[in-house]
């Protein structure tokens, strides 16, 4: 079964005249590891928000882990860890990194109970995982960008989802920090989780290669799997304004 299932989608921003995806065409089973490229503007933050449901599909069908996004936005964003490209937490913004994260378990939990046991041990988890032990009291908003960046991580891994968006998730991190969220990018594809992520970074790449997609003006130009070393190489070929 395809956790992602796109075809024929148009999707439109709120008072944009113009669609923004146009005639797309996708599917994503488990286990794959899915990498957007394409030139900037060509729609890749606007793909993985048409498939949580955040932007508005005009045309076409959508479904994601099983469900309706046109009907089921609100269940499939509880299911589905999302990374986003640009966030920004004001330095009073009232949340230590520890509740940050454990808000990744409110889609399961609800909001007004309780963490249980195996809330506490996913939280912890996922922390770990992200090597951001010593930061955990910390108010989130007074964190670097790059330690920011590894507890919007550490969020999403605690969702424990069933599908992985990552929108450059190394923007802010350096060169060890790529190289070790790359294994646990794997690591979580390697169990069966698909992982979709946008990036420009191709170090940052497994090294078993990926499922490379380019976009160019809203739709899907190239979809190849690929070595990591071809990557580069493949967009600039694939389109006319890399
Ligand atoms: N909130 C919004 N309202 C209206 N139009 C938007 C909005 N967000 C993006 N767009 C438009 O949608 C198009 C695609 O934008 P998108 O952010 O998906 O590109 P991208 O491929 O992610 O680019 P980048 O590499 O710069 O992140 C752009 O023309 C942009 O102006
Ligand atoms: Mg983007």
Do not use: W
Request: proline share 5%.
């Amino acid at each position: 079964m395809s956790i992602i299932e796109l075809n024929g989608i148009y999707t439109a921003y709120e008072g944009g005249d113009k669609p923004v995806i146009k005639d797309l065409s996708l599917k994503v089973g488990r286990g794959e590891f899915v990498v957007i490229g394409g030139p900037n503007g060509a729609g890749k933050t606007t793909l993985l928000e048409s498939i949580n449901g955040l932007v508005k599909i005009t045309h076409g069908s959508a479904k994601v882990c099983g469900l309706d996004v046109r009907r089921s936005g609100p269940d499939i964003r509880k299911r589905a860890g999302y990374v986003i490209q640009n966030f920004y937490f004001d330095p009073f913004t009232p949340f230590t990194v520890e509740q940050v994260v454990m808000m990744g378990r409110y889609g399961r939990l609800g909001f007004f109970n309780r963490p249980s046991e195996e809330d506490h041990r996913a939280v912890d988890r996922a922390i770990r995982l992200a090597g951001i032990e010593d930061l955990v009291n910390k108010p989130i908003g007074t964190l670097s960008g790059g330690q920011q960046q590894k507890a919007m991580i550490a969020h999403n891994l605690a969702k424990e989802p069933d599908l992985m968006l990552l929108d450059e998730p190394f923007s802010n991190l350096d060169f060890n920090s790529r190289e070790y969220f790359k294994g646990v990018f794997e690591d979580i594809v390697r169990k069966g989780t698909p992982v979709v992520m946008v990036s420009h970074a191709f170090d940052g790449l497994p090294d078993t290669g990926v499922r490379l997609v380019v976009m160019e003006g809203g739709r899907i130009i190239s979809d190849m799997a690929c070595r990591v070393g071809e990557v580069e190489g493949v967009i600039r070929k694939a389109c006319a304004v890399c």
